[in-house]
T-cell receptor, first 112, second 114 residues
Framework: QQQVKQSPQSLIVQKGGISIINCAYENTAFDYFPWYQQFPGKGPALLIAIRPDVSEKKEGRFTISFNKSAKQFSLHIMDSQPGDSATYFCAASKGATNKLIFGTGTLLAVQP | NAGVTQTPKFQVLKTGQSMTLQCAQDMNHEYMSWYRQDPGMGLRLIHYSVGAGITDQGEVPNGYNVSRSTTEDFPLRLLSAAPSQTSVYFC?????????????FGPGTRLTVL
């Protein structure tokens, strides 16, 4: 049972375009939703995170949109650059715990 | 700071062999964890520790043992390796537990079990 469902599996975007990755979750007890970025041969690194008391969080070109009623959240990468090419994972956790439940990942390729 | 370090980077085992994956952090983090990453499945939590002497199971603990004798180290032991344990293993740490505590991941160990 996949508690956090992520789509698409892969994504190709032109330089300067907008990349959008979506995630949906089942457990309403989740209260922390981070996105991780992973380059080949490296470990994941935290990109941006949101809590369900806000509907949007923006950090530079990266924005998380959160829809609590639909149990969905998404990552938007504005003005996508070739350097953004990586695998992106959404995740969720609940309560006073660091036990992250990850989505299956999205391989993003930004073409120059 | 070296951050989270893992050794070895690559390892090939035969079915039934045992080995220990090493993980160390120099950030004085209380929380440490082990994940495995498999194609199409994301990362799944194996074991975690909220402090020295305290460990607990994650989503997929079977076939793995852990211990936490010091704050810095959190080794993962495979007692009898199986082909199903072929994966990339990541160790992670954070200052504490609770919301907003960023987890820092190591570079990973790629394990192949023949």
């Amino acid at each position: 049972q996949q508690q956090v469902k992520q789509s698409p599996q892969s994504l190709i975007v032109q330089k300067g375009g907008i990349s959008i990755i979506n995630c949906a979750y089942e457990n309403t007890a989740f209260d922390y939703f981070p996105w991780y970025q992973q380059f080949p041969g490296k470990g994941p690194a935290l990109l941006i995170a949101i809590r369900p008391d806000v509907s949007e969080k923006k950090e530079g070109r990266f924005t998380i949109s959160f829809n609590k009623s639909a149990k969905q959240f998404s990552l938007h990468i504005m003005d996508s650059q070739p350097g953004d090419s990586a695998t992106y994972f959404c995740a969720a956790s609940k309560g006073a715990t660091n036990k992250l439940i990850f989505g299956t990942g999205t391989l993003l390729a930004v073409q120059p | 700071n070296a951050g989270v370090t893992q050794t070895p980077k690559f390892q090939v085992l035969k079915t039934g062999q045992s080995m220990t994956l090493q993980c160390a952090q120099d950030m004085n983090h209380e929380y440490m964890s082990w994940y495995r990453q498999d194609p199409g499945m994301g990362l799944r939590l194996i074991h975690y520790s909220v402090g020295a002497g305290i460990t607990d199971q994650g989503e997929v603990p079977n076939g793995y043992n852990v211990s936490r004798s010091t704050t810095e180290d959190f080794p993962l032991r495979l007692l009898s390796a199986a082909p199903s344990q072929t994966s990339v293993y990541f160790c992670a740490s954070s200052y504490s537990i609770g919301l907003g505590n960023e987890q820092f991941f190591g570079p990973g160990t790629r394990l192949t079990v023949l």
